[in-house]
């Protein structure tokens, strides 16, 4: 979904999407976006910049970090990102490094008029993606022997685990004299 910057005519305009999951481009296997996508921002427009203000609301469904069940990431991210001209680009790709600043983190480029959506709306479900996804705190996970999940049964494996690196001075405490 593309925003047409030609169009704009005002400083300010308001855009309010809903899209069904489907419409939604799915990125990679991190998330599947699984309920509507309530998309909605305001564009302030200062001569070739544009700021993007809104929030966008869905539910995301992921596989938990330890169990690999399937749940539910209710998503409600605001943003605010300042649109510049990809002319404005000083800097080309590896002629010298430069300090990312603060306020550069909010700011994106557009080119050929079109501020791309899709990828805004993909990048804020990126930021709100848990480091480790969970289903709920206290996931059991899998057993590591026979792949039970711990959460909904139990199983007869042995998990005491031993180190094979340690066992030649494991040897050693067991030949040691009792004094």
Known sequence: MQLDLTRLRQPQQRFDHTLTPAQVPQAGESYRVVALVEFGFDVHKDKAQFRLVGRVKTTLELACGRCLEAFALPVDAAF??????????????????????????????????????????????????????????????????????LNTGTCACRREWTDPRLAPLKALVRDEPQS
Request: hydrophobic share 30%; proline share 6%; glycine share 4%.
């Open 80 to 149: 605010d990102v300042r649109y510049h001209p990809q002319s404005e680009v000083n800097v080309a790709a590896g002629a010298h490094e430069v300090e990312v600043e603060e306020d550069d983190l909010d700011d994106a480029y557009y080119s050929d008029d079109q501020i791309d959506l899709d990828e805004l709306m993909q990048e804020q479900f990126y930021l709100v993606l848990p480091m480790k996804p969970l289903c709920r705190e206290d996931c059991q996970g899998l057993c590591p022997e026979c792949g039970t999940n």
